[in-house]
């Protein structure tokens, strides 16, 4: 059973931009597929970007592309999130998720789960 770790989170300004990271304990991570999502208060957790194990294919929100990039390292078990532009809406908790099956957008298809990070962006 992987476990996922988030940090990189904070109060930043309409503009700015912030590298999220999430260290996965277990030794097999590059068998995973990881997903980034986000929930804001009142609001359901939503699909953000999603990377197979070899970093070749990789999915965006439409909300995110062009300014999100999500990328991995297998040597050091950890999946990064550059977010560039940020703007106010993009305030969030932000969770990383692992699952062995596939490259998914929905909650229900990711078995693991990190305790998730806070990011604001204030205009």
């Known amino acids: 059973q992987v476990q996922l770790v988030e940090s990189g989170g904070g109060l930043v300004q309409a503009g700015d931009s912030l590298r999220l990271a999430c260290a996965a304990s277990e030794g097999t991570f590059r068998n995973y597929y990881m997903g980034w999502f986000r929930q804001a208060p009142g609001k359901e957790r939503q699909f953000v970007a999603h990377i197979n194990w070899s970093a070749g294919r990789t999915g965006y929100a439409d909300s995110v592309k062009g300014r999100f990039t999500i990328s991995r390292d297998n040597a050091k078990n950890t999946v990064y999130l550059q977010m560039n532009s940020l703007k106010p809406d993009d305030t969030a908790v932000y969770y990383c998720?692992?699952?062995?099956?596939?490259?998914?957008?929905?909650?229900?298809?990711?078995?693991?789960w990190g305790q998730g990070t806070q990011v604001t962006v204030s205009s």
């Open positions: 998720a692992a699952t062995l099956r596939g490259l998914f957008t929905a909650t229900k298809d990711y078995e693991y």
